[in-house]
Nanobody, 121 residues
Framework: VQLQASGGGLVETGGSLRLSCAAS????????MGWFRQAPGKEREFVAG????????SYADSVKGRFTISRDIAKNTVYLQMSSLKPEDTAVYYC???????????????WGQGTQVTVSS
């Protein structure tokens, strides 16, 4: 699966952004998808995931209640709606396919290029 993320930008604290991830490949609809992020000087971390049917989702504690992941199988697209953004949400956000949970951490099979999200204080 090839992934193309978009929608990043600069937003003030408390603002909202929606990230999109367009996927290509016939197997998109069978993959669990997700978003990860990496802040400067920090390791990449899991943000949100969605099962292949779209009926199950998971979130990092730091974004629960503020971020919503969704997918449109007909459009081969995954979204991350981000609200009540905080400066600590500033990071490069990566779309991922084939997301799984193994040995206490989330992993992914395929990665898209990142999109920068900057939240000003």
């Amino acid at each position: 699966v090839q992934l193309q993320a978009s929608g990043g930008g600069l937003v003030e604290t408390g603002g909202s952004l929606r990230l999109s991830c367009a996927a290509s490949g016939r197997t998109f609809s069978t993959y669990a998808m997700g978003w990860f992020r990496q802040a400067p000087g920090k390791e990449r971390e899991f943000v949100a995931g969605i099962g292949w049917t779209g009926s199950s989702t998971s979130y990092a504690d730091s974004v629960k209640g503020r971020f919503t992941i969704s997918r449109d199988i007909a459009k081969n697209t995954v979204y991350l709606q981000m609200s009540s953004l905080k400066p600590e949400d500033t990071a490069v956000y990566y779309c991922a396919a084939g997301v799984g949970y193994l040995s206490g951490s989330y992993t992914a099979k395929d990665w898209g290029q990142g999109t920068q999200v900057t939240v000003s204080s």
